[in-house]
């Protein structure tokens, strides 16, 4: 069997979803695993140390007994800047700030708004219109400093949204945002 298939039967039989394999210079495996997801289950579950060491021990039974060569395992959650590769993940994410790279830049679809070079984009990932394909929501706003007066007769830049495929996506994660000041409920960013 091959090191995707062991992997892969091993995290999905202890009932977790495999996100990820790597391996690395110098003999590191590095799995990523995450909680199975339908869109009834609640959002704020995550892997746990415990959920990392139950996965850690199976597969270092299941990589000796195939023989499979290794000089480290490393476990771990996909993290705050989670790779986004499947419908399923996008439709888990909607709403969420993601960054996107494109395969290919933009080209002339912009219309001038945008250069026509550009291939990486942060914003909020939504349906599309006819809720087929998906598309990313943002502003090139510069952020307003802590203390900074704004004013209030300035306009605000316009919303901008590109509507693309997964096809057309080179890579797509959640965007890490980090507050140190608490939780705020999902939605406000």
Not at 123 to 131: P, V, Y
Not at 145 to 153: Q, W
């Amino acid at each position: 069997m091959s090191l995707q298939q062991i992997v892969n039967e091993t995290v999905t039989g202890l009932g977790y979803d495999l996100v990820e394999i790597e391996r690395s210079a110098g003999g590191l495996l590095r799995i990523t695993i995450d909680l199975p997801w339908t869109p009834e289950s609640p959002t704020d579950q995550l892997v746990t140390v415990e959920d990392c060491e139950k996965v850690t021990r199976q597969l270092q039974f299941a990589l000796e007994v195939d023989g499979i060569d290794y000089r480290r395992l490393e476990v771990s959650s996909p993290g705050i800047d989670r790779p986004l590769r499947h419908e399923q993940d996008f439709t888990r994410f909607a709403g969420e700030l993601i960054d996107i790279t494109l395969k290919a830049p933009m080209g002339e679809a912009a219309g001038g708004l945008v250069n026509a070079n550009r291939k990486k984009f942060r914003g909020t990932l939504e349906r599309d219109a006819e809720g087929t394909g998906w598309q990313i929501v943002w502003s090139d706003e510069p952020e307003v400093k802590p203390g900074a007066r704004v004013s209030k007769k300035r306009a605000p830049a316009p919303l901008q949204v590109l509507g693309f495929t997964l096809d057309e996506l080179r890579e797509a994660r959640l965007a890490p945002v980090v507050d140190f000041k608490g939780r705020k409920p999902r939605g406000q960013a």
